[in-house]
């Protein structure tokens, strides 16, 4: 079984651009949760998906952040325009119920330059 | 809220000498402890975790944490490591309802030949 997987796994776009990221779940799972860490800094809850629906985005760091998960599937996490200090790692995670076992991808690394 | 404090940034450790990373975290409410390890280039792989029972936990590669309620602290500990233990280390919390995260800015553990 595919564990979490995301897309893409570097990427290194200028201050200003757009970036997506994509996070596809392991099938199945209803729980979709993205984090991040940047500069080293500890790893920070953004949101919390339950299907399509946003069940927690206190995490979101401002506007220029936006996710989604339409189908209740795949997520995006579109950052627009990126700034310097959105380099870092993205993860993404996935659970069966909101409380079950979290499986976390690869991390998507985001240089802002 | 939930906080969680990792005190050492820098591990150097000595390959077949044993480790101790301190993990100290706050909470107003009851929370399931966890250890995550990222190899380099690599996503978060779960160590161990604390849900309830024995203070002593054992997890995969060889480490074990212990939970104590009193000084709020899930030290991870080996007893002789390996250059393969090379790695960054996070403690985090959850609470029992939600997958909610709150992560430690991470220890990283750099074991020398």
């Known amino acids: 079984e595919a564990g979490v997987t995301q897309f893409p796994s570097h990427s290194v776009i200028e201050k200003g651009q757009t970036v997506t990221l994509r996070c596809d779940p392991i099938?199945?799972?209803?729980?979709l949760y993205w984090y991040r860490r940047v500069m080293g800094k500890e790893i920070k809850f953004l949101l919390h998906?339950?299907?399509?629906?946003?069940?927690?985005e206190s995490g979101m760091p401002n506007n220029r952040f936006l996710a989604e998960r339409t189908g209740g599937t795949y997520s995006t996490l579109k950052v627009q325009p990126a700034e310097l200090e959105d380099s870092g790692v993205y993860f993404c995670?996935?659970?069966?119920?909101?409380?079950?076992?979290?499986?976390f991808g690869e991390g998507s690394w985001l240089t802002v330059v | 809220a939930q906080s969680v404090t990792q005190l050492d940034s820098q591990v150097p450790v000595f390959e077949e000498a044993p480790v101790e990373l301190r993990c100290n975290y706050s909470?107003?409410?009851?929370?399931?402890l966890f250890w995550y390890v990222q190899y380099p280039n690599q996503g978060l792989q779960l160590l161990l975790k604390?849900?309830?029972?024995?203070?002593l936990v054992k997890g995969i590669n060889g480490f074990e944490a212990e939970f104590n309620k009193s000084q709020t602290s899930f030290h991870l500990r080996k007893p002789s490591v390996h250059i393969s233990d090379t790695a960054e280390y996070f403690c985090?919390?959850?609470?029992?309802?939600?997958?909610?995260?709150?992560f430690g800015s991470g220890t990283k553990l750099n074991v020398k030949p």
């Open positions: 995670a996935s659970s069966q119920g909101p409380s079950d076992t979290i499986y």
């Open positions: 099938s199945g799972h209803d729980n």
């Open positions: 998906f339950v299907k399509e629906s946003k069940q927690d």
């Open positions: 909470s107003s409410v009851s929370v399931y």
């Open positions: 604390y849900l309830s029972g024995s203070t």
């Open positions: 985090a919390v959850r609470t029992y309802n939600f997958n909610k995260f709150y």
